[in-house]
């Protein structure tokens, strides 16, 4: 079936760096997500995003946090600079509508560790 | 508020064995229900989904979940599972007035053979 692939699978940076997790969605797809993941916890919202613009943002998505998606290319969420906390698994999902019954297609995830 | 409880975090089972694995719900409006598995090293894949009609909804590889308003539980079931069924189970919500969904915990399903 359609995949969605989250490139690296693991990144680990020391605190105050910047990073750039990358997605790159169900080709005809027009919605992405963004979800977080700490670990023994629930996997949470982060952010929605659609026609180049954020539509939904949670709590959890700092300001030092930013998604774009560059001439259809990978869909990125970029961490400026990075802390201890942000450290989870950051699972990038795809759906071809934004309704409510719209299946979301999920990525691997990639986990990040801040040191 | 909308929220997803799965009060099961481990269940075993045997092989061959019947499954149920819990979900209760809290939704202010109409809920969109889900259960997507995620096998280990994969991203998570739809199962099945609810959203209105008959409460007993077919998936794929057998399984099955019953929608209940009056108990705001959606539970996953399968009559026989198999060794490859063992993975994470998660229920989740969908708010019907945004894309915002919401997760369960999730479930790890072990199938001993």
């Known amino acids: 079936g359609p995949k969605v692939l989250q490139i690296p699978s693991h990144q680990i940076i020391d605190m105050g760096q910047m990073v750039t997790l990358n997605c790159d969605p169900v080709s005809n797809h027009l919605y992405f997500y963004w979800y977080k993941q700490i670990l023994g916890q629930q996997m949470e919202f982060l952010v929605n995003?659609?026609?180049?613009?954020?539509?939904?943002k949670s709590k959890l998505f700092k300001d030092q946090f930013s998604v774009e998606r560059p001439d259809g290319s990978y869909f990125t969420l970029k961490i400026q600079p990075t802390a201890l906390e942000d450290s989870a698994v950051y699972f990038c999902a795809s759906s071809s509508s934004g309704g409510n019954y719209a299946e979301q297609f999920f990525g691997p995830g990639t986990r990040l560790t801040v040191l | 508020a909308q929220s997803v409880t799965q009060p099961d975090a481990r269940v075993t089972v045997s092989e061959g064995a019947s499954l149920q694995l819990r979900c209760k719900y809290s939704s202010s409006g109409t809920p969109y229900l889900f259960w997507y598995v995620q096998y280990p090293r994969q991203g998570l894949q739809l199962l099945l989904k609810y959203y209105s009609g008959d409460p007993v909804v077919q998936g794929v590889n057998g399984f099955e979940a019953e929608f209940s308003k009056s108990n705001s539980s959606f539970h996953l079931r399968k009559a026989s599972v198999h060794w490859s069924d063992s993975a994470v189970y998660f229920c989740?919500?969908?708010?019907?007035?945004?894309?915002?969904?919401?997760f369960g915990d999730g479930t790890q399903l072990v199938v001993k053979p």
């Open positions: 995003f659609y026609n180049g613009k954020v539509m939904e």
């Open positions: 989740v919500l969908r708010r019907n007035s945004n894309n915002r969904i919401f």
